[in-house]
């Protein structure tokens, strides 16, 4: 399965440009099948502190590894583990159905 993170929102203050909270999905492939995770984060942080970075000089990579390290490892590995589970239950129903349609006649 692949997974490919995107941020979709920040919201920040306008005075100090501190990011407050992130919007983030998290997009899921499993054998041509998609799923997909949409949450957010809310974060705190010091808009004087040394490693403060302004909004204007943020990526993608950046606020994604605020959004991760929030999240940690087996939030995120829940996360996962469930849209696999969604994913494969999807796969496994198109690969054996329970019923079929259709007339004989049609090809």
């Not at 100090?16 to 809310?42: A, C, P, Q, W």
């Not at 502190?49 to 000089?57: H, L, Q």
């Not at 943020?58 to 490892?73: D, F, K």
Request: proline share 6%.
């Amino acid at each position: 399965m692949t997974t490919n993170w995107q941020i979709a929102e920040i919201k920040r203050k306008p005075d100090t440009g501190l990011v407050i909270e992130v919007l983030y999905i998290m997009n899921f492939e499993l054998e041509g099948k998609g799923d997909r995770h949409v949450g957010s984060i809310t974060l705190t942080g010091d808009p004087t502190a040394p490693d403060f970075v302004p909004f204007e000089n943020l990526t993608q990579e950046i606020v994604l590894g605020w959004v991760q390290a929030e999240l940690g490892e087996t939030k995120i590995n829940e996360i996962t583990t469930s849209a696999q589970a969604r994913l494969q239950e999807r796969i496994d129903r198109e690969n054996n159905p329970e019923f079929l349609t259709g007339m004989p006649w049609e090809a």
